[in-house]
């Protein structure tokens, strides 16, 4: 794990054993994985510094040495901030994991929509020369955990984290009937319904998709089960569409057959734990959002 500290717009990091010979060059494209843009603009605006000094690219790294990398240089946000109280799961310099409420859009959705998550994490943020990025999202009504980063460098890691499957995402279900195996596997294709507007529906034409699922807990007494679903897949209502294609709908879900709740006016779909690796540190991080419907 890194040892690294925030100061002004950089990062300073203490070189490691294992960086210790190589180039300045080779430690931010191997070993910090900067994208090629902002190498390239680092490069021609020659602000990354070694020991406090502008040094060149080919400089090998020595012993005790800090590099300091302009990751928290400013990056102008044209969002509107949102005032509104924030379940903060989760905060560090480089991420954050906010804990969404139902009935609230993960962004906006159209140029004049100022009421997501997004312009509140703006506003909590307080500045806009600081531009978060949220590195998956969740639908209108479902609730949960959801990782922002707060700039670019972050941001980077965290998408090529996330499509190459190394964020964990679990959620938790709340279905309809009693599910006998303890766990399994749904392993089918999900494509649009072409029958009914903003429905998905399993499909031998439809995207790959793939949803693990394990039971929680069985309520006998109301003929329910709880589940914990994670995608290896990030179809548009997966959890949803593969629960009900195998006979458990969600409680609630009325679009993909599930009972409607008297206590809940949404699906019962909740994304309760996320794990990941923090971009810079490289720590293994473990986050998770108290279930509220059990």
Not at 91 to 102: A, L, S
Not at 146 to 164: E, N, R, T
Not at 174 to 184: D, F, R
Not at 206 to 214: I, M
């Amino acid at each position: 794990m890194l040892n690294v500290i925030k100061s002004g717009p950089y990062a300073l990091i203490t070189c490691p054993p294992d960086w210790i010979g190589k180039s300045v060059e080779i430690i931010l494209r191997d070993h910090l994985h900067i994208p090629k843009k902002m190498l390239h603009q680092w490069r021609m605006e020659k602000i990354v510094l070694l020991n406090g000094e502008v040094i060149s690219w080919s400089t090998k790294i020595e012993s005790s040495s800090i590099m300091y990398i302009p990751i928290y240089a400013e990056d102008l946000n044209v969002l509107v901030p949102l005032k509104m109280k924030l379940d903060i799961l989760y905060e560090d310099d480089d991420i954050m994991v906010v804990n969404k409420p139902p009935f609230l859009n993960t962004h906006p959705i159209s140029e004049n929509d100022n009421h997501s998550l997004m312009n509140a994490v703006t506003a909590y943020i307080d500045n806009n020369k600081i531009k978060p990025r949220h590195i998956h999202r969740l639908d209108k009504d479902t609730s949960g955990a959801i990782l922002f980063a707060k700039h670019a460098y972050a941001g980077a890691i965290l998408d090529q984290a996330l499509s190459q499957g190394k964020i964990k995402r679990t959620y938790a279900a709340l279905v309809q009937g009693i599910v006998k195996k303890e766990q399994g596997t749904i392993n089918a294709p999900i494509a649009r319904d072409r029958h009914t507007s903003g429905r998905m529906r399993v499909s031998t034409s439809g995207k790959h998709a793939v949803t693990k699922y394990k039971v929680l807990q069985r309520f006998k007494s109301k003929n329910q089960s709880l589940v914990a679903c994670i995608l290896e897949t990030g179809r548009t209502h997966q959890i949803r569409v593969h629960m009900s294609s195998i006979g458990h709908p969600l409680i609630g879900d009325t679009l993909y057959g599930g009972t409607k709740s008297a206590s809940l006016n949404r699906q019962a779909l909740h994304a309760y734990k996320l794990e990941f690796i923090q971009p810079l540190t490289g720590e293994e991080l473990s986050v998770e959002s108290e279930i509220p419907f059990i």
